[in-house]
Every structure is written in structure tokens, then in C-alpha cells.
Nanobody, 122 residues
């Protein structure tokens, strides 16, 4: 019903910036809460950031607070993750996801994209 495609990943150096995009199709995302998750090598998938459908609420993992900014453009059916001051520990495949209920755990039952690779070299 909803297809999500992440893009914008790449190979960068420590301290660089990158903006990830999540483009949705098949259904408007205007009434979905949207989130970003990541999975590093040999690690479990972890929550990164989320934004409510209205854009009025945001949530961030402690590890990215002050460095990452989640935003959405409902007119473009797209969610963004602006990342600055990147660190090697940010290296991961980044995924976007939907939820109909606010809260990190609820994204598990939503729609997910295929992910985009972010690699931060030291």
C-alpha cells in the first residue's frame, strides 16, 4: 500500500554532512508518523528519529541529538534526515518507516523501505 525508497547515502568522512530522503508512493504519508532507523554492521536495528504526521512532534535517539534533524514535506510525500557532524559510529544502513500510532515500538508494524547505506570513514 505504501512504498518507501530511501536515497542520499554514501561514503563521507568524519565531520561531514549528509541528507537522506525517503520518498513515498502508493499512498500519501500525510497521516502517517514517519521514522528513521539504522542498522550498523553486526548490530541490531535501532531507532534514530521520528516526526509526527503534523510535524508538531519529533523524537531523537540520544546518540544523534543535536546532530540529526528529521523533517517532512507532505506536499512532496517525502521525509528527510539531515545529518551533520557525522561520526564513524553513524555508519549503518538507514531505513525509513511509517506508523499510525506515535511511539517507537509502533513502527515495527508499519511500512519499511529497503534502506540506504551511510559509511563514515575516520
Amino acid at each position: 500500500q505504501v512504498q518507501l525508497v530511501e536515497s542520499g547515502g554514501g561514503l563521507v568522512q568524519t565531520g561531514d554532512s549528509l541528507r537522506l530522503s525517503c520518498a513515498a508512493s502508493g499512498r500519501t504519508i500525510i497521516r502517517y508518523h514517519m521514522g528513521w532507523f539504522r542498522q550498523g554492521p553486526g548490530k541490531e536495528r535501532e531507532f534514530v528519529a521520528a516526526v509526527s504526521w503534523s510535524g508538531g512532534s519529533v523524537s531523537y535517539a540520544d546518540s544523534v541529538k543535536g546532530r540529526f534533524t528529521i523533517s517532512r514535506d507532505n506536499a512532496k510525500n517525502t521525509v528527510y534526515l539531515q545529518m551533520i557532524s557525522l561520526k564513524p559510529e553513524d555508519t549503518a544502513v538507514y531505513y525509513c518507516a511509517t506508523s499510525t500510532t506515535w511511539g517507537k515500538v509502533h513502527f515495527k508494524s508499519g511500512y519499511w523501505g529497503q534502506g540506504t547505506q551511510v559509511t563514515v570513514s575516520s
